[in-house]
């Protein structure tokens, strides 16, 4: 069974800087996604970025961007230039594509808050 | 195109009491989800879906119950809700061969 770990429960930026969010997982898949999922105070789950296993490059999503390290595997977010919109919490999660029962599963999260 | 719609969005029960919380998605998605979400553990998984007529248990389905009689909705039962299900609830699907998951907006469960 896969975990995911994400060991700082807060974290905090001053507006316009650059915060990195850590997030590890342990797996014996080679075939898999990883993805990290904002929800801000509206409870609404949105997609940040997703990379893919197989790909060594990095994903990029304009201000967002993951140092993906697969034999450490490792997966931290990096945003830039923060925005106060950013304010929420962060959830990395991973998906298996082996079998047909693949589950999104989920890290404990993370709370950011970008202070002005 | 509504997305994956939750009812009801907030719910107060008593402890004993039963209640369904209904997911229904319009996007023909195959696989659907259900988890909950607690302050500190992050989302975790109950019940889940590959398709209409199938279920599978999750990481924490004791005390829930699903059903998936229709491809586009699946529900969650509790039968004698605890006070240790107050939570937040999340619906989601996704399309087969895709990875992108998509959520409802949450169910607020409150059993006292």
């Known amino acids: 069974a896969q975990t995911v770990t994400q060991s700082q429960p807060e974290m905090s930026v001053q507006e316009a800087e650059t915060v990195t969010l850590s997030c590890t997982y342990d797996t014996s898949e080679n075939n898999y996604y990883l993805f990290w999922y904002k929800q801000p105070p509206s409870r609404q789950m949105i997609l940040v970025i997703r990379q893919e296993a197989y790909k060594q490059q990095n994903a990029t999503e304009n201000r967002f961007s993951v140092n993906f390290q697969k034999a450490a595997k490792s997966f931290s977010l990096k945003i830039s230039d923060s925005q106060l919109g950013d304010t929420a919490m962060y959830f990395c999660a991973f998906m298996s594509l082996t079998g047909a029962n693949s589950k999104l599963t989920f890290g404990k999260g993370i709370t950011l808050s970008v202070r002005p | 195109n509504a997305g994956v719609t939750q009812t009801p969005k907030f719910r107060v029960l008593k402890t004993g009491q039963s209640m369904t919380l209904l997911c229904a998605q319009d996007?023909?998605?195959?696989?659907m989800y259900w988890y909950r979400q607690d302050p500190g553990m992050g989302l975790r998984l109950i019940h889940y879906s590959v398709g209409e007529g199938t279920t599978a248990k999750g990481e924490v389905p004791d005390g829930y119950n699903v059903s998936r009689l229709k491809k586009q909705n699946f529900l969650l039962g509790l039968e004698s809700a605890a006070p240790s299900q107050t939570s937040v609830y999340f619906c989601a699907s996704r399309p087969g061969g895709r990875t992108e998951a998509f959520f409802g907006q949450g169910t607020r469960l409150t059993v006292v």
């Open positions: 996007m023909n998605h195959e696989y």
